[in-house]
């Protein structure tokens, strides 16, 4: 049997790859032998190329077809193997991040960017069977941004507004799918309730 793929989506500074760290440690989460992964991927080409991409003023199109790329790494490299291995999958960050984020920075460049970054994806992607979207006001994940010094050219007020819509209206759009979590609370309510979340799908036949 096929293992459960679950994403942990939002945008910068809500939290998820805090929560993401809490759910490897669970014991009762580790009994059920996930594997924890996460996009852009680390230590590999494509990874390594987004990473660049990032820090640089790359050409929006073309960290798009990065991002897909690495996107098509992971999927063939980690994803795949693991769900054909009956194993369940939980990735910090997935392709909804490439949807909502991309789905703005070409907002200028393509009539309808979403549609068009979908389509690309569509035939190959492998759709998560739940998707966390951290929601948290921009002004309040931006200042945590701050803290951590070191500020990305994503990590702005303004393009983190619209990444969050975007998100938001991909969580209507399937609500079967996506759980919308408010990131604004205490970390510790937070981190109670997805992981009750997370054991309830994975103890789910
Ligand atoms: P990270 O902060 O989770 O490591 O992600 C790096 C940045 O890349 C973050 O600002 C979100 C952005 N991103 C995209 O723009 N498109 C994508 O497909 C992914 C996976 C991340």
């Known amino acids: 049997?096929?293992?459960?793929?679950?994403?942990?989506?939002?945008?910068?500074?809500s939290?998820?790859?805090?929560?993401?760290?809490k759910l490897q440690e669970n014991p009762e989460i580790s009994a059920f032998d996930p594997v924890f992964t996460r996009e852009p991927t680390r230590d590999t080409?494509?990874?390594i190329a987004v990473e660049k991409a990032i820090q640089l003023d790359t050409d929006q199109l073309a960290e798009l077809f990065l991002f897909t790329a690495d996107h098509a790494e992971h999927l063939a490299k980690t994803v795949k193997p693991a769900l054909g291995d009956g194993k369940s999958v939980i990735s910090d960050r997935y392709s909804d991040s490439c949807y909502a984020y991309q789905g703005i920075t070409?907002?200028?460049?393509?009539?309808?960017?979403?549609?068009?970054?979908?389509?690309l994806h569509r035939d190959w992607t492998i759709?998560?069977?739940?998707?966390?979207?951290?929601?948290?006001?921009?002004?309040?994940?931006?200042e945590r941004c701050w803290m951590r010094g070191n500020q990305s050219k994503f990590e702005k007020l303004e393009f983190l507004r619209k990444v969050r819509e975007l998100f938001l209206s991909l969580a209507y759009e399937d609500p079967e799918r996506?759980?919308?979590?408010?990131?604004?609370?205490?970390?510790?309510?937070?981190?109670k309730e997805v992981t009750e979340k997370v054991l309830e799908f994975l103890r789910r036949k």
């Open 15 to 21: 939290g998820k790859s805090m929560i993401a760290k």
């Open 45 to 47: 080409l494509t990874g």
């Open 127 to 142: 759709v998560p069977d739940l998707t966390f979207l951290f929601d948290i006001r921009p002004e309040i994940s931006v």
């Open 178 to 191: 996506f759980i919308i979590i408010d990131a604004s609370r205490f970390p510790e309510s937070i981190e």
């Open 1 to 13: 049997m096929r293992g459960k793929l679950i994403t942990l989506e939002g945008i910068d500074g």
């Open 106 to 119: 070409l907002q200028n460049n393509l009539k309808n960017p979403l549609e068009w970054i979908k389509n």
